[in-house]
């Protein structure tokens, strides 16, 4: 079990461009999340895939987000014409039956 | 919908004294409950969970946490803390979307335990 992991571990970006960031899951799990967490907040979900179809996207996720998961294995998150607003850590988190994982997130800072 | 009130932000504490991290839930389906940890710079680690069965679950680290269903709450406690339980912990539901498999995470604020020698 090689756990979740995420690419890049942190970003930094000037107010306007675009980012996309990787999510790869637990192998065998079916599910992957995206969530948002800022400072001094518990994660807040984003949006959700079962294999690759996106099944749930937040109120969270305005037009500027985009969320793929084309094969039902890796997922990108992209941001357009970033805003300081979204500075955050963006968490992954893939589950099956029986078992959840996290990966260690995107910290993205936007100047 | 599903909500988590972690009703205190804060908790400090001595060595080896013991604690207990409160946690709210309401939902209107039947959930499961997690708590998780995140130590400084680090990412989310699940402590424990209740699935069914046994309302009273443990992790291997000394930790527990039991469900109450008419209060609907789901507080952490542990009889004796040490430095390096200095964390941040939240509380989490997820809804039981089909059979076993787990459904979005709905997670609290938070709550920064420091223990302090």
């Known amino acids: 079990d090689t756990g979740v992991s995420q690419d890049p571990r942190h970003k930094i970006t000037k107010r306007g461009q675009n980012v996309t960031f990787r999510c790869d899951p637990i192998?065998?799990?079916?599910?992957l999340y995206w969530y948002r967490q800022t400072l001094g907040q518990g994660p807040e979900f984003l949006t959700y895939?079962?294999?690759?179809?996106?099944l749930e996207k937040s109120r969270l996720l305005s037009d500027r987000f985009s969320a793929e998961r084309p094969k039902g294995s890796f997922s990108t998150l992209e941001i357009q014409r970033t805003e300081q607003g979204d500075s955050a850590m963006y968490l992954c988190?893939?589950?099956?039956?029986?078992?959840w994982g996290f990966g260690p997130g995107t910290r993205l800072t936007v100047t | 919908a599903q909500s988590v009130t972690q009703l205190d932000s804060q908790v400090p504490v001595f060595e080896e004294a013991p604690v207990e991290l409160r946690c709210n839930y309401s939902?209107?389906?039947?959930?499961?409950l997690f708590w998780y940890v995140q130590y400084p710079n680090q990412g989310l680690q699940l402590l424990l969970k209740?699935?069914?069965?046994?309302?009273l679950v443990e992790s291997i680290n000394g930790f527990e946490a039991e469900f109450n269903k008419s209060q609907t709450s789901f507080h952490l406690r542990k009889p004796s803390v040490h430095i390096s339980d200095t964390a941040e912990y939240f509380c989490?539901?997820?809804?039981?979307?089909?059979?076993?498999?787990?459904?979005?995470?709905?997670f609290g604020q938070g709550t920064i335990l420091t223990v302090h020698p």
């Open positions: 988190a893939s589950s099956s039956t029986g078992a």
């Open positions: 939902s209107s389906v039947s959930v499961y």
């Open positions: 209740y699935l069914s069965g046994s309302t």
């Open positions: 989490a539901v997820s809804d039981r979307a089909g059979g076993t498999s787990y459904g979005k995470l709905t």
């Open positions: 192998s065998e799990h079916n599910r």
């Open positions: 895939f079962q294999n690759e179809a996106q």
